[in-house]
């Protein structure tokens, strides 16, 4: 019974801003290493960024220095704060977690950047 629940997605303008959730449940959440990826129509689905279990992160470069991803293991949720949002950065977003093979998808969210 793994469940990834996505939440904070929207429309933005561009410049503007967005913190994505995802509460995690069915999985040890400390010891998972935990992602964002997005799909963009007509796209491959692509990593973003992710943090591993000891909460080291790294990025895409395409959003480096715009956004920060976080995890808060009491609450079991991976974070992706995101600025300076741009019209390419729509897309849905998914949150992943991973263990050795193991691996658990959300449903997916979408993000809209539109003015």
């Known amino acids: 019974q793994v469940q990834l629940v996505e939440s904070g997605g929207g429309l933005v303008q561009p410049g503007g801003s967005l913190r994505l959730s995802c509460a995690a449940s069915g999985i040890i959440f400390s010891i998972y290493h935990m992602g964002w990826y997005r799909q963009a129509p007509g796209k491959q689905r692509e990593l973003v960024a992710r943090i591993t279990s000891g909460g080291t992160a790294n990025y895409a470069d395409s959003v480096k220095g715009r956004s920060t991803i976080s995890r808060d293991d009491a609450k079991n949720t991976v974070y992706m704060q995101m600025n300076s949002l741009r019209a390419e950065n729509a897309a849905d977003y998914y949150c992943?977690?991973?263990?050795?093979?193991?691996?658990?998808w959300g449903q997916g969210i979408q993000v809209t950047v539109s003015s």
């Open positions: 992943i977690a991973a263990i050795g093979a193991q691996r658990a």
